[in-house]
């Protein structure tokens, strides 16, 4: 076909569609000639040049050119010539001339919304559930098998009546942009499963898709806000998928070296462990990071993001900077101001530990929380202080005046690491299906298998177990913070002792859907639990954060009653903790019992108190007490108490 086209508009980079026809822009300093090779429904290439602009980009706008139109970039790298794909594609097809080098397509279809609007869930009301799109409904077996795996698997009823019965409001997507399979994992017949190696930004991937990955990824965000539970989306800006000095070539190092941080030899500066560091001080780099996250929002109402090795993003070269450009940039931006933001607060190079050092209204994925609360009730780490710190919200970290937009997310488990269930089941990693000999992941796991590796029939083992699992959760949803919760904890799911799953795309990471009683009784606890701490625990959050918070009551108490004093911090084993409101609000109390023995508790003079769990039971009661309580070993009870019942 004989394209008729003319020099287009340089500021609207990537493809941008009218009724006229299609613009072309890209960001290409490295280039004086840039092809756009346009492929029929042949795919026969026509070739036509690009103009170029005296600040890099390239453009030209070709008239009567719709939508479904495959295209890719040519330019030339010394006497090569080199296929370049669209840093801006949002859809991905072959390339029949290039086995790497994929080819984008131009895309439009209008999208029926309805009334679909973001939840805006305040901070101190949110649960969030990390999920991932297809090892959560691969196994499902009430799921027709055509959806599994995908955008439509998670938005089907029986996926979302799960997550309403277990009270969540926030799903926490792991990356859902198109990644790439590393060259050492195709080597080895694997796949990068958790999809942290991004190829492209823009382009929701088509492996979680049965037809169309963005129409698809739509109704998925409709359905679940239909229903009052927001999406945020685990995305990568840390660094991309074309490695270091002898990784693959796609399009920013093709386009841009500039894009990453550089040595003074031009060589990258790998501080995330995946050779290359995307530098966000370069006016382009972050130009496409910020109209991503918008594009996500304006075209997908997508709630909020999680940012991985969020440091890297903050940087000067080998510093972090809280009033970086990026911060202030999108504490500004119409339209990201109002999301939520969720840092993972580090990356591996210097300066790169963050944790509490990010602006508001940043929220930070709270690790001094998981590995003090699993030390607590796995390893025996009598670390009474430590806990206490992590359990009122870590306010060594972030003062409560900032809170709620400051809340810390707190968690016991991510995606990386045991899932819950085997942190009670196993005491070491067992990655060898990884194909590293066991070396990767973290082995720093503060995880107990109860005395036998791995699953086991054995009751006591079991009951130990299943009691540990109640420990952690309770402390995670009653302690101040935004609760974050792997999605498959709620359904015991193991790995099989595997903590770096990140290339396991089988049943070691499918969520595991198989009944069981023990399953059962935890999935209704938990499903209880999440339901009293929106009702006894929110409030208290709500009244603990900003300026008034000093009028409220906090005391930390001997089991005998009497207030701790300064060598209890040090190896007190039996312990509680009561909050309350104001002069004579509502209170709740929190009994610790760390020890081996059952210890009784004396509860303050003239009180009546309801039990809202006690972790030694295997179900939520609602029993009333009054003046001393049996709280059994390795347990804890959370009684709370009305303002109407207090006798004064």
């Not at 756009?36 to 040049?49: A, N, V, Y």
Request: net charge negative; proline share 5%; with cysteine.
């Amino acid at each position: 076909m004989n394209w008729q086209f003319e020099t287009g508009s340089p500021h609207d980079l990537g493809v941008t569609l009218s009724e006229e026809g299609c613009n072309f822009a890209i960001h290409a300093p490295s280039h004086l000639h840039l092809n756009l090779i346009i492929f029929d429904h042949d795919d026969q290439p026509c070739t036509i040049p690009l103009f170029a602009h005296n600040h890099g980009v390239h453009s030209v706008f070709i008239h009567d050119l719709g939508n479904g139109v495959k295209y890719a970039y040519q330019g030339k790298q010394g006497n090569d010539i080199v296929w370049i794909l669209d840093s801006y594609a949002t859809r991905l097809a072959e390339n029949p001339f290039s086995t790497q080098v994929p080819a984008a397509v131009t895309y439009y279809q209008p999208f029926d919304w309805g009334n679909s609007r973001h939840p805006r869930i305040p901070r101190a009301s949110t649960i969030i559930n990390e999920v991932h799109v297809r090892g959560f409904t691969q196994s499902h077996p009430g799921i027709p098998e055509h959806i599994r795996g995908t955008y439509l698997g998670l938005c089907h009823p029986s996926i979302l009546a799960h997550f309403k019965t277990l009270g969540v409001t926030t799903l926490q997507l792991l990356p859902i942009a198109t990644s790439y399979d590393e060259p050492h994992l195709q080597e080895k017949g694997l796949t990068n499963f958790w999809g942290y190696n991004p190829l492209s930004w823009f382009a929701p991937d088509a492996r979680f898709a049965s037809e169309d990955p963005i129409a698809e990824l739509k109704q998925l965000v409709k359905t679940y806000h239909e229903h009052n539970i927001e999406i945020i989306l685990d995305v990568v800006f840390n660094h991309t998928a074309e490695g270091g000095e002898e990784g693959p070539a796609f399009h920013l190092k093709l386009l841009d070296k500039k894009y990453y941080l550089l040595n003074h030899d031009k060589s990258f500066i790998n501080y995330t462990g995946c050779g290359n560091t995307v530098d966000l001080t370069y006016q382009p780099s972050l130009n496409i990071v910020l109209d991503n996250l918008r594009y996500w929002v304006n075209e997908f109402q997508i709630d909020g993001f999680r940012f991985d090795l969020a440091a890297t993003l903050g940087r000067h070269g080998h510093y972090f900077a809280p009033d970086s450009a990026f911060f202030k940039t999108i504490a500004q931006d119409p339209v990201l101001k109002r999301i939520k933001l969720v840092a993972e607060p580090w990356d591996i190079g210097p300066d790169g530990y963050q944790l509490g050092h990010f602006p508001s209204p940043w929220n930070e994925c709270n690790d001094k929380f998981r590995d003090t609360v699993k030390s607590y009730w796995l390893r025996r780490d009598n670390n009474v202080r430590e806990l206490a710190t992590r359990i009122m919200g870590s306010r060594d970290l972030v003062s409560a005046g900032l809170w709620p937009h400051k809340l810390p997310v707190n968690y016991i488990a991510y995606h990386d690491g045991f899932t819950l269930q085997d942190l009670v089941s196993y005491n070491h990693k067992h990655n060898m299906a990884n194909g590293e000999h066991n070396r990767d992941g973290h082995g720093d796991n503060r995880s107990w298998n109860h005395g036998i590796e791995g699953d086991t029939d054995n009751y006591a083992v079991r009951f130990r177990r299943e009691r540990q699992k109640r420990n952690l959760m309770a402390t995670l949803l009653f302690s101040f913070g935004i609760p974050h919760i792997l999605a498959v904890d709620a359904l015991s799911h193991t790995q099989k002792g595997n903590n770096n799953a990140y290339c396991q795309d089988n049943d070691i990471s499918w969520a595991d859907w198989t009944p069981g009683e023990d399953k059962e009784d935890f999935k209704r606890w938990l499903s209880c639990m999440v339901d009293a701490r929106q009702t006894y625990m929110t409030p208290f959050i709500q009244a603990f954060s900003g300026h008034d918070r000093g009028r409220h009551r906090v005391n930390w108490l001997r089991s005998n009653g009497t207030p701790m004093n300064a060598d209890d911090w040090q190896h007190i084993e039996a312990f509680a903790l009561t909050l309350g409101l104001d002069k004579h609000g509502d209170e709740l109390m929190f009994l610790f019992n760390g020890s081996e023995i059952p210890t009784r508790y004396r509860l303050p003079e003239n009180s009546r108190w309801k039990i809202i769990c006690d972790t030694s039971e295997l179900a939520v009661c609602s029993r009333e007490i009054q003046t001393t309580y049996m709280q059994s070993a390795h347990s804890m009870t959370i009684l709370c108490r009305q303002s109407a019942s207090i006798d004064t």
